[in-house]
Antibody, heavy 120, light 105 residues
Framework: QVQLQESGPGLVKPSQTLSLTCTVS??????????WSWIRQPAGKGLEWIGR???????NYNPSLKSRVTISVDTSQNQFSLNLSSVTAADTAVYYC????????????WGQGTLVTVSS | DIQMTQSPSTLSASVGDRVTITCRAS??????LAWYQQKPGKAPKLLIY???SLESGVPSRFSGSGSGTEFTLTISSLQPDDSATYYC???????FGQGTRLEIK
């Protein structure tokens, strides 16, 4: 059974960089059949797709966040990571990592989510 | 960018009812659409992918249809456990619809 687990600081100061890691267990992140995504959800609001990374390291980002986002993969650790720079209170949200199937299979496995609050 | 518009925003129905949620894309996305169910405090759960394919383990009362710009998620006989918020997601720029909150009367 594939499992994803987000980890990282729950509190980040404004203007700093938010950094999260997603650890994948029960399957290899190196599989060419999947991509690995980050999604976030502010309290009481809808879902926002942040971006994705393939095992090759290729990435795609939400245009509205592209200038601040970096997603990377570490196949040796079976992990992928999110860096979001210059954060503001508007970046306060629950952050989810998820697996997507290629082609067009949807996001079939999700982490439980981790709340990140941006505050001084 | 492709925009996704879901309707209705909220929906109240009774156990046993047939329920339909609509998602419209601002331009054609072929069949590249997924539906998710999210309960409070939980991660979303994939229900339907490629517009009409049922994810493994999802009850058969859930079905999806449509192509191009208009898509529907149908629950054939509403159950108490179906109370949740439902989201569509398209695969072009991967944006989500704004969500439909489904309440059981």
């Amino acid at each position: 059974q594939v499992q994803l687990q987000e980890s990282g600081p729950g509190l980040v100061k404004p203007s700093q960089t938010l950094s999260l890691t997603c650890t994948v267990s029960g399957g290899s992140i190196s599989s060419g059949s999947y991509y690995w995504s980050w999604i976030r959800q502010p309290a009481g609001k809808g879902l926002e797709w942040i971006g994705r990374v393939y095992a090759s390291g290729n990435t795609n980002y939400n245009p509205s966040l592209k200038s601040r986002v970096t997603i990377s993969v570490d196949t040796s650790q079976n992990q992928f990571s999110l860096n979001l720079s210059s954060v503001t209170a508007a970046d306060t949200a629950v952050y989810y990592c998820a697996r997507g199937s290629i082609p067009g299979g949807g996001l079939d496995y999700w982490g439980q989510g981790t709340l990140v609050t941006v505050s001084s | 960018d492709i925009q996704m518009t879901q309707s209705p925003s909220t929906l109240s129905a009774s156990v046993g009812d047939r329920v339909t949620i609509t998602c419209r894309a601002s331009q054609s996305i072929s069949s590249w659409l997924a539906w998710y169910q999210q309960k409070p405090g939980k991660a979303p759960k994939l229900l339907i992918y490629k517009a009409s394919s049922l994810e493994s383990g999802v009850p058969s009362r859930f079905s999806g249809s449509g192509s191009g710009t208009e898509f529907t998620l149908t629950i054939s006989s509403l159950q108490p456990d179906d109370s949740a918020t439902y989201y569509c997601q398209q695969y072009d720029n991967y944006s989500f619809g704004q969500g439909t909150r489904l309440e059981i009367k």
